[in-house]
């Protein structure tokens, strides 16, 4: 019986995806590795197929792209009792995954995050600037009960999809979306800190110009504001 689905959401990540594969595998026992791919000209997902690992399934990606689509399309095959989703480029260590579920024991959410003590943004200023004004914007509007709300290093019991919907859309507003609705509805989230670097191999998705960044930012404001005027 899996205890534990990790779900990597790649695109182009040929560079990563080995060592990510080996450093979860080597950090986290009774697990399963679903790398849902969005059919990358660079083949991570042939990469990963060929090295025929028991453990680790792919999923290939012709439509509907992005972070959110290709997080939830593995959440529905998931076979853990735990599910944990990351970024594959290293920027979030998969030594901490072993905390994240150790969470868990006690929670029914736990969150990597940057911003509570003990946390660390090491991107770039205009980045870190970026994701402080979302999530100040966040606790303003919504709460103050989750400090990094589109942290995307998460780790949730199943049993929480069963209330809680997860919205297939989006590149990072998914993540504010379903941790203000789990608070809201009364689960336990918990905040695990975690320096989050930059990715040292490959070109990132969402850092290539600056207007792509104020693009996010304000998608991320609209979805705050609608998320407080509409009843969860």
């Known amino acids: 019986m899996i205890k534990h689905t990790i779900i990597l959401p790649t695109y182009n990540e040929k560079e990563n995806i080995n ?41 290939r990606r012709f439509k509907n792209k992005g972070v959110a689509p290709a997080i939830y399309d593995a959440i529905k095959i998931a076979k853990g009792d735990n599910i944990i989703w990351m970024d594959a480029d290293l920027s979030m260590p998969p030594e901490m995954i072993p905390k994240m579920i150790n969470a868990l024991k006690k929670n029914d959410i736990a969150v990597g995050s940057r911003y509570i003590k003990g946390g660390k943004d090491k991107r770039s200023l205009v980045r870190i600037f970026t994701s402080r004004a979302v999530n100040l914007f966040a606790n303003i509007v919504l709460n103050f009960k989750v400090l990094d ?47 989050f670097t930059e990715r040292t191999k490959g070109k990132s998705k969402s850092n ?12 991320y404001g609209i979805k705050i504001l609608s998320l407080r005027f509409k009843r969860v």
């Open 19 to 59: 060592e990510m594969i080996d450093k979860i595998l080597a950090n986290v026992d009774n697990v399963e590795i679903i790398v849902s791919d969005d059919n990358s000209p660079d083949k991570t997902w042939e990469i990963v197929k060929d090295r025929n690992l028991d453990n680790v399934r792919v999923i």
């Open 149 to 195: 709300y589109d942290s995307g290093f998460v780790a949730v019991k199943k049993i929480v999809f069963n209330k809680i919907r997860f919205n297939p859309k989006g590149h990072g507003e998914y993540c504010i979306e379903f941790l203000y609705k789990a608070g809201k509805k009364g689960y336990k989230i918990k905040e695990i800190p975690f320096k």
């Open 208 to 219: 290539q110009y600056f207007h792509s960044i104020l693009k996010y930012g304000w998608v």
